[in-house]
């Protein structure tokens, strides 16, 4: 079987801290490649002003152009109406029997997938790679994976990465306020935003 990981998310902007878990997840896990998968329309972001699709997706082109195993996909963007997780995942294991799907999440998000629509669908479709960051401790973290697993019979693995204080929120606010975001972007998908004018 293929071992496929997936790197989901608004990508708004893509920025360090994504690569590096993609990186880890690939080295740990011994992954094949990574999807870099730019979601459509992020209906958990309602009412957050988000930058057009195809502005995240040449982002997160440049930002993965030295990475041959990394690939970007457009699937989410290209769907009508709000981006479903399940709906991902049941169209790619359709097409790609023959491939295992590896989904790389934050702690941020392993403590709200029992809310997103169809969890039970997620958790039997792939496993899970949770990265600690954020507040959450090993503790935190171990916990809330023993009750998914409980509740959804969730294969769930923690993803051992260096701790990166990195979010495209934080890295919105810095460019608005005209600070510096060489440490948080590669260098590519900088001078892109800069070019644009983003998140002025």
Known sequence: MKKT?????????????????ARQALRQFALDNVLFMPCGVPYMKAGQKVEDGQIRAEMTALAIQDEPRFILSTM????????????TLERLRAENPETEYYFIVGADSL????????????????HILA??????????MEMQIALLKQEYDADIHLLQTEYMDI?????????????????????AVRQYIEKRGLYR
């Open 131 to 140: 990265a600690v960051r954020d507040e959450k401790t090993t503790e935190d």
């Open 167 to 187: 979010s495209s929120s934080e890295i919105r606010r810095k460019i608005g306020a005209g600070e510096s975001v060489d440490c948080d972007l590669p260098p």
């Open 5 to 21: 990981g997936i790197m989901g998310g608004t990508f708004n902007p893509v920025h360090n801290g994504h690569l590096t878990l």
């Open 111 to 126: 403590f709200h997938m029992a809310q997103w629509v169809c969890p039970e669908k997620i958790f039997a479709g792939c």
């Open 76 to 87: 989410e963007l290209e769907r009508q109406g709000n981006t479903y997780t399940y709906q």
